[in-house]
Nanobody, 115 residues
Framework: QVQVVESGGGLVQPGGSLRLSCAAS????????MGWYRQAPGKQRKLVAR???????NYADSVKGRFTVSGDNAKNTVYLQMNSLKPDDTAVYYC?????????WGQGTQVTVSS
């Protein structure tokens, strides 16, 4: 069984920074990629940033230049450094682990950007 645990969400003022962490553990076979998605109230869940086991990354246009995704393959961990946060970044952020044969989701962590 695979467990995915996220941490690092919270309340931050506009222009501030937060760092999210996600660690996968359990009966892991091969992790092809890990990433972050977010879902705001009343909206669909969308990709924020993703990193493959080879280090390739892709980002949503709305976060390019502000967010940075990184990973530690040895620890099965992915990070999301979020800078210059805006109120529109407010959402529940979900970690996604792509095993190739399926994906595992974390429970989500709330990020609120407000003054």
């Amino acid at each position: 069984q695979v467990q995915v645990v996220e941490s690092g969400g919270g309340l931050v003022q506009p222009g501030g920074s937060l760092r999210l962490s996600c660690a996968a553990s359990g009966s892991l076979f091969t992790i092809y990629a890990m990433g972050w998605y977010r879902q705001a109230p009343g909206k669909q869940r969308k990709l924020v940033a993703r990193i493959t086991s080879g280090g390739s990354t892709n980002y949503a246009d709305s976060v390019k230049g502000r967010f940075t995704v990184s990973g530690d393959n040895a620890k099965n961990t992915v990070y999301l450094q979020m800078n210059s946060l805006k109120p529109d970044d407010t959402a529940v952020y979900y970690c996604n682990v792509d095993l190739g044969v399926g994906v595992i989701w974390g429970q989500g962590t709330q990020v609120t950007v407000s003054s």
